[in-house]
Each structure stands twice: as structure tokens, then as C-alpha cells.
């Protein structure tokens, strides 16, 4: 069965700190894909960032970066210079096919707080 | 301007009392997707529609009910909703199939039962 563990709950940091966010996922598909959603306050969840399973290349938005590992399964995400508009639940999420259609299997989400 | 619209933001059922939320899509996609959304949880699917044809997680209770009058609206029923029933309920879209596919979410309904 598909799943995705993101073992950090909650984070605290301070304005400007670098924070890393954590996934690990299972799949017994050799062609999958890995996402990221930020869902802040507001409810929505907001796409951050698609990754398929043959692309092992980081990637870099802005302050935004991510480390896929398949060796280890882990898609993680780091924040440089994190600012308090980043506070929001962070959710990895790893795609399969459904009846049709894509299925989204999220990890439980972390929650990123930054201080000023 | 939002492209996936879920209306109302905030609902409050009485426990047992039908109550419907509604989606609209200004996207023109052809999968609408429901997922519910408990408290400190993932969301989770709960059905989707690919076109007209309607799909059922498998674990999903006989409860929840879902229209799709149109390409651009999509509505949840809840016909008896108990105080576990209470959460954020996201609609999505999607165009295509493919497992790559990027989904764009609604700002959610959040649902309280009393």
C-alpha cells in the first residue's frame, strides 16, 4: 500500500532560520509521482512543487528547494531564510492511480511556524 | 480570481439534518474531486467524478453522497451527518488522467455539526 510519513509534526523556528521538512514515502509503483501542498490558515491547499520518480535532480524556487532521494524514498523540502508568511501545514503527498483518475495519498502534515 | 470556489466557507448542520456543499470550477477540468479533512489530519479522498462517471473510495460511508450536474459544479451530500462528520471538506479538480497530474483545491468548507 502507498504511504507517506512525515515525522515531524510541528516546527518552530525564528525569522531568517533555515528549516528542513521531512517526507518518506512507500510505493510498490516504479512510476510515481511526489508532491508538495502548503495549506495555510486560509484552508486551501496551495501546489508547491511535482517531482516524477525518474527525476532524481534537486530543484530550487527561490527560496524553496528540494532533495529527492530514491535510495532512502524521501522527498525533503528546506526553506532558506524562512519568513512568517511560510507559516502553514505542509503536506507531501505521493500520487497513484485510481479508477480513472489520480489519487492523492498525503502524509499527516507538518506544521511550520515562524517567529519573528 | 479563485479558480476552484466552495461555498459556504463555514456550514453548521444539526446532527441528522441533511446538508449539501457545494463546488464550482472556472477551470474547465474534467475530475472533481471531494476529500474530507479532519482536524490535525490529512485529507482524504473520499469520491471523484472523471467526466459524468462518479468513483467511490472504497472506505468511503454510504453517508456521503456526491452530484455533478455539470462540468462546472460538483456538490457533497451528507444525508445524516453525525458529530464524526464534522471537518474541512476540499474540493478539487484535475485535468487528465495521468499520475502527474496537479490538482488545484477550493478554500474548503468547514463543517460543524451540533
Known sequence: AQKVTQAQTEISVVEKEDVTLDCVYETRDTTYYLFWY????????????????FDEQ????????????????SFNFTITASQVV??????????????????????????????? | DAMVIQNPRYQVTQFGKPVTLSCSQTLN??????YQQKS?????L????????????????????????????????IRSPGLGDAAMYLCATSYGTGVDTEAFFGQGTRLTVV
Open chain 1, 38 to 53: 502548503k495549506q495555510p490558515p486560509s484552508g486551501e491547499l496551495v501546489f508547491l512543487i511535482r517531482r516524477n520518480s
Open chain 1, 58 to 73: 534537486n530543484e530550487i524556487s527561490g527560496r524553496y528547494s528540494w532533495n529527492f532521494q530514491k535510495s532512502t524514498s
Open chain 1, 86 to 116: 511560510d507559516s502553514a501545514v505542509y503536506f507531501c503527498a505521493l500520487s497513484e492511480m485510481g479508477r480513472g483518475a489520480q489519487k492523492l495519498v498525503f502524509g499527516q502534515g507538518t506544521r511550520l511556524t515562524i517567529n519573528p
Open chain 2, 29 to 34: 477540468h474534467n475530475v472533481m474531486y471531494w
Open chain 2, 40 to 44: 490535525s489530519q490529512a485529507p482524504k
Open chain 2, 46 to 77: 473520499l469520491f471523484h467524478y472523471y467526466d459524468k462517471d462518479f468513483n467511490n473510495e472504497a472506505d468511503t460511508p454510504d453517508n456521503f453522497q456526491s452530484r455533478r450536474p455539470n462540468t462546472s459544479f460538483c456538490f457533497l451530500d
